[in-house]
């Protein structure tokens, strides 16, 4: 293979990056070349085309249909990623696929408990994914004209542009469509007040701004949740989507805060988080998403904001001195002081 040290000067990354984006994220009926796409995909592995098409309605579908036909006929899926895909699957990350993959997982989860899930959960991990392949594709797309061993992807490359979630077996394929909606807020998945991924068969997912919630903290309004079920969220990123909707001070009101100290942003709070002993919280808000606060606990022996940040800072009080101590920074929640100082200022410079 002829080594490439550049790029020619007429190859749009611009267009390419756009137009796989669109695939990624198009919704709607299957593509033309449907057909022709699956047949590409099977010649590039050295098989045979199959000769039956099961269409389903999502990849939960999807995922019980490639179960149960498993058990009469045998996957390929081995083989053709063996022929064309395995040495490029880690390029990038893809965040429909892997929230629908999650989706997937957790109602395959409550639908059928764990004994099943092995079986029918495994097929996840057995499907070609269609258009929501297309960020890893697009990479190699680039040098299609450059690279003749790349037309091997021709066939998952067409089959992106033409159905979602795809499970290849010997003599048939399960072919499941794009989603019917995809709402976002700039590149995240993010839906307040309804699924933010919706298949024609009604299977969904929940999401605020990129994370993955039950259908309760999406589709209600934030007027009717009760505060007091963020106690009963144990993931951190749910937790931050659930103040950030329900809102900080309705949930610092519900939970009986109160004021000990306040010093510019921050705020020190006495707070029960229901487990009957009161305790000292530092309220701030995110250094990189201003609309977002956070409560974080701290050290008992804390009384004022000071006290608080020198606790989170890792600062004892023998090591501050605002006249001749050196001035450190913080980078959202990391520190980064000067190796080997022994004096501090008490509060960093943020750098973002």
């Known amino acids: 293979m002829k ?14 990056r756009d137009e796989w984006i669109a695939i990624g994220l198009a919704t709607g009926p299957n593509g033309p070349d449907l057909d022709r796409s699956i047949d590409l995909v099977y010649q590039a592995a050295g098989l045979e085309p199959p000769s039956l098409c099961i269409h389903l309605g999502s990849p939960l579908q999807g995922c019980y249909g490639a179960y149960f036909l498993a058990q009469v006929r045998a996957q390929v899926w081995d083989q053709v990623w063996a022929q064309v895909g395995a040495q490029v699957w880690d390029q990038v990350g893809a965040q429909v696929r892997a929230q629908v993959w999650a989706q997937v997982r957790d109602q395959v989860w ?12 495994a097929q996840v991990g057995q499907a070609i994914y269609g258009s929501h392949d297309s960020n890893w594709l697009s990479f190699y797309w680039v040098f299609r004209d ?11 490359s067409f089959l992106a542009r033409s159905c979602g979630w795809c499970w290849p077996f010997r003599g048939a394929i399960i072919i499941t469509p794009r989603p019917g909606e995809i709402h976002r807020d700039g590149m995240m998945l993010h839906r307040d007040g309804g699924a933010a991924v919706i298949y024609p ?10 994370v993955r919630v ?7 309004p934030a007027e009717s949740i009760d505060p007091k079920r963020l106690l009963s969220i144990p993931n951190a990123d749910i937790r931050r989507e659930f103040v950030r909707k329900v809102g900080i001070d309705r949930i ?6 109160r004021t000990i100290d306040r010093c510019g942003d921050y705020e020190l709070l006495d707070l029960d988080l229901g487990d009957g002993r ?6 701030m808000t995110n250094p990189s998403v201003p609309e977002v606060w956070h409560v974080e606990g701290v050290h008992p022996d804390c009384l004022t904001v000071q006290d608080a940040l020198n606790f989170r800072n890792s600062l004892t009080k023998e090591e501050i001195d605002e006249i001749n101590g050196c001035d450190y920074y913080q980078q959202g929640d990391v520190i980064l002081k000067p190796r080997g100082a022994k004096r501090l200022k008490s509060t960093p410079n943020v750098l973002t």
Not at 252 to 257: D, H, N
Not at 278 to 283: E, G, T, V
Request: proline share 5%; with cysteine.
């Open 201 to 210: 068969d009604g299977f969904s997912v929940w999401s605020l701004h990129g």
């Open 110 to 121: 409550a639908q059928v408990g764990d004994q099943v899930w092995d079986q029918v959960g």
């Open 146 to 156: 450059l690279i003749p061993s790349t037309h091997k992807l021709d066939g998952l």
């Open 252 to 257: 610092c009101y519900s939970l009986g805060a």
């Open 214 to 220: 039950e259908q309760w903290l999406a589709e209600s």
């Open 3 to 16: 080594r490439i040290n550049k790029l020619p000067t007429d190859l749009d990354l611009d267009r390419i």
């Open 278 to 283: 009161r305790r000292p919280y530092l309220k």
